[in-house]
């Protein structure tokens, strides 16, 4: 799936931060290691997770509603929902269908339905709007990505119990209102060598509780191989950044605003290093919130829109990857 210069506007970004607020230390003590041990590894000084009554539709509907409201389109004007999230709310129907009635909009009959890539899921929905709104099919959309990482998070785990948080990201894209706004390409790999590499086995048919009750339960936890990852990642990584900016045009160097998957301080990093981005340029948002999987690159949007890195006539590139494992990113003229 490619998209190629299409007239496609950002319209409004909305974010949520669930309620409860815990720091790295906790984590510390919780493993038992030093001060500092996690924040040296991850690059995450605090992460939140989820109180009580806060889930997948609570927190994506509270961004969903910020998008909205600065996109100044009302909810009954969208053409379509798209969640994305490795997590779902529940297995059927679909997390889009909680979110439209969560909206109000369940008497409406507008398209909902998620997308599931993991770290990438709203880049994958980007491009595939990209192509509803060039044909002329879809002019406002709304895309919700909404984690409850913790869901599937080991505690006791020194690998990944202090790198993700939870957390919502909502994006109202639509066509361009005026002249410049344009996705002026995406590119999207995927590498299934490394299908083992971050993985959640249980939640779907491979393992079923009512065949193995304690298999089902070990595989509900989230494994993660990092090194592994890291080196297919790394491989992989300076083909696909030149054919992304081949596709779309412009150069690396060219670009006002980086908004990275916030997969780790390491991986971000080796991006920054491999492609020499001054770090004014990096939009991070990992060490006040963790890996938040899909909610990563939407909710580094809008914090480059808030602090004003991201603005009308900039070029900014959004990138990541996932599990799969997967390579993804866009170019786009704000």
Same mark, same amino acid.
């Given at each position: 799936m490619d998209a190629n210069n299409?007239?496609?506007?950002?319209?409004?970004t909305g974010t949520h931060t669930p309620g409860t607020r815990v720091v790295s230390e906790e984590i510390d003590r919780r493993l038992g290691k030093r001060p500092g041990w996690i924040r040296d590894r991850t690059g995450v000084d605090v992460r939140s997770?989820?109180?009580?009554? &806060?889930d997948v539709i609570t927190m994506g509907a509270t961004a969903a509603r910020a998008a909205l409201l600065e996109a100044g389109v009302g909810a009954r004007e969208l053409d379509a929902i798209i969640a994305v999230g490795s997590l779902p709310h529940q297995a059927i129907p679909c997390s889009a269908v909680f979110l439209q009635r969560a909206l109000g909009l369940g008497d409406r009959g507008i398209p909902a339905f998620d997308v599931n890539a993991t770290c990438l899921g709203f880049l994958v929905a980007l491009d595939l709007v990209a192509q509803c709104i060039a044909t002329g099919r879809f002019r406002r959309v709304l895309l919700v990505a909404s984690e409850v990482a913790t869901a599937g998070l080991n505690l006791d785990d020194p690998a990944t119990a202090g790198l993700f948080g939870d957390g919502a990201a909502a994006v109202v894209v639509g066509a361009a209102r005026r002249s410049g706004p344009a996705l002026l390409a995406t590119h999207l790999e995927t590498y299934a060598e490394g299908a083992e590499y971050c993985q959640v086995r249980a939640g779907g048919s491979g393992l079923h509780p009512r065949h193995d009750l304690d298999a089902f339960m070990a595989g509900t936890y989230f494994e993660m191989q990092g090194k592994a990852t890291y080196r297919l990642a790394a491989d992989r990584l300076p083909q696909f950044i030149d054919t992304l900016f081949s596709r779309a045009g412009v150069r690396p160097g060219d670009i006002d605003a980086w908004v990275p998957h916030q997969a780790s301080g390491l991986?971000?990093?080796?991006?920054a290093s491999?492609?020499?981005?001054?770090? &004014? =340029?990096?939009?991070?948002? !990992?060490?006040? =919130?963790?890996n938040q999987i899909s909610a990563s690159i939407p909710t580094a949007l809008d914090a480059? /829109? /808030?602090? %004003? =890195?991201?603005r009308s006539g900039r070029l900014v $590139?959004?990138?990541?990857?996932? $599990? %799969?494992?997967? !390579?993804?990113?866009?170019?786009?003229r704000i």
């Open positions: 299409i007239a496609l506007e950002i319209l409004g997770f989820v109180a009580a009554g &806060e991986a971000i990093a080796h991006l491999m492609l020499a981005i001054p770090v &004014e =340029r990096l939009v991070m948002t !990992l060490a006040t =919130r963790g480059g /829109r /808030r602090d %004003g =890195r991201i $590139a959004l990138i990541g990857t996932g $599990a %799969g494992l997967s !390579l993804g990113g866009a170019v786009l």
